[in-house]
């Protein structure tokens, strides 16, 4: 029985998702969770359950432990070994994942496209982890929610299975888009009662702006190498757009534009040497006075970096989404429908074009257009992310009666930014 059913004894609360591995997107959407729970739970035991447990336990200060017996492990010391010791995992997690689970009340799944195969996926790593989770939760009486996430309709039937099963076992359900709600329900998930609320990201604090001489750009790379289906033409994808990118890196530095490289992810710094390279060697004279790269460990780094931009150039979905939070001026190279959602949403659905073709003379115009509309566009954003905040901050409510049990009339003070 939930602990939360005995009054005074504090709830104990486990996130769970890929994080600890570096990715920025899925730790923004948990540090607007943590504030969410610190704020109106402040005695809430917080832990983890993660893909990268001793990089989270540094970073954050949280105990976490491994989300499946393999990561717990390590891999083998040759290529037989390593796939017998995943299959033995398989099994494993199985009567491991129960265990582990049973420790908490509430676990939280805040964000993430964890219901998305916009990249790379195999059902038999997350998607398994997932639904064991949920379904162990249910077991245990722990309560689950899977707060503002993504999704796709996954073409591949475990895929679907697994995801549904997931969510169906959920105690709250919510999405980032509606096209993420749809493609539930077109799995077979009865969503009927599933809320619609902007991305988590939103509801970050905002840095304040930075004043700034030179007219700079933010520029977010990715390497993309396509999804599952693409797997034999993986390094044809990235060369290609890699090639566009640094394409476009030169016509900003050859027009007088600084450029600030961004990522969102450890994968990505391959694209950021191939861009700092290209103009070391085309432009020597230009590249060190124009060209600025800074890692980030947080979404909230990476927002103080765009917050001295005056427009961004993006791929990965949450560097887009941290740039319209302070209402930049963005286009959106996309790889999966939720940027093109989130970009519709924000009335800029003509500043985007498809990640697989790249079309960089496009793109320029694109470029353009955006920067001559800037006066409009900056004050419709603002507007948008104040709508954004107020819904977020309905949810809080709706969570905390949801999963704690709380009537509580009181807001989490959300920043408004700009």
């Known amino acids: ?146 707060v503002n996430v993504g999704a796709n309709i996954a073409r591949e039937r475990t895929l679907r299975w697994l995801f549904t099963g997931a969510a169906r076992l959920a105690t709250y359900r919510s999405y980032r888009d509606v096209y993420s709600r749809d493609a539930m329900r077109q799995m077979g998930l009865d969503t009927s009662r599933d809320e619609v609320r902007p991305d988590l990201a939103f509801a970050l604090p905002a840095p304040a702006p930075v004043e700034h001489r030179h007219p700079t750009v933010g520029l977010g790379v990715m390497a993309y190498r396509g999804t599952n289906a693409d797997r ?3 390094d044809e994808i990235y060369a290609t757009y890699t090639a566009g990118i640094v394409e ?93 959602a989130l970009m519709e949403q924000m009335r800029l659905a003509e500043f985007r074009q498809p990640i697989r073709d790249l079309d960089v003379p496009r793109l320029i115009d694109q470029f353009r257009a955006l920067e001559a509309r800037a006066p409009s566009v900056v004050p419709a954003l603002r507007a948008r992310n104040a709508e954004y905040l107020e819904s977020l901050g309905q949810q809080y409510d709706v969570l905390s009666a949801a999963l704690f049990g709380a009537e509580t009339s009181s807001r989490v003070a959300l920043d408004q930014g700009e």
């Open 248 to 340: 476009f890196a030169r016509w900003l530095v050859d027009a007088g534009y600084r450029i600030r490289l961004v990522t969102g992810d450890p994968s990505d710094l391959s694209v950021v040497e191939a861009v700092s390279d290209d103009l070391r060697r085309t432009r020597p004279e230009s590249a060190g006075k124009q060209l600025i790269s800074e890692p980030a460990e947080s979404l909230g780094e990476l927002m103080n970096q765009l917050a001295g931009v005056d427009v961004v150039v993006a791929s990965r979905y949450h560097n887009v989404v941290a740039a319209l939070k302070l209402s930049k001026p963005t286009i959106s190279i996309s790889y999966g429908t939720k940027s093109d």
């Open 1 to 146: 029985m939930s602990s939360l059913s005995s009054p005074g004894t504090p709830a104990r609360v486990a996130f769970f998702g890929l994080l600890g591995s570096g990715n920025l997107g899925n730790h923004g959407s948990l540090d607007a969770m943590l504030a969410f729970v610190r704020s109106r739970h402040p005695e809430a035991e917080i832990s983890c359950i993660c893909a990268g447990p001793e990089e989270f336990e540094r970073q954050y200060g949280i105990p976490a432990v491994a989300m499946t017996w393999y990561q717990e492990h390590g891999p083998g010391r040759t290529r037989v070994d390593d796939v017998a010791r995943k299959m033995f995992g398989k099994v494993a997690d199985l009567a491991r994942m129960p265990r582990v689970v049973r420790g908490y009340d509430v676990v939280i799944v805040p964000g993430m496209g964890v219901f998305e195969t916009t990249l790379e996926l195999r059902p038999w790593g997350f998607p398994y982890a997932l639904f064991l989770m949920s379904l162990s939760a249910r077991m245990t009486g722990a309560k689950t929610a899977f």
């Open 232 to 234: 034999d033409r993986a």
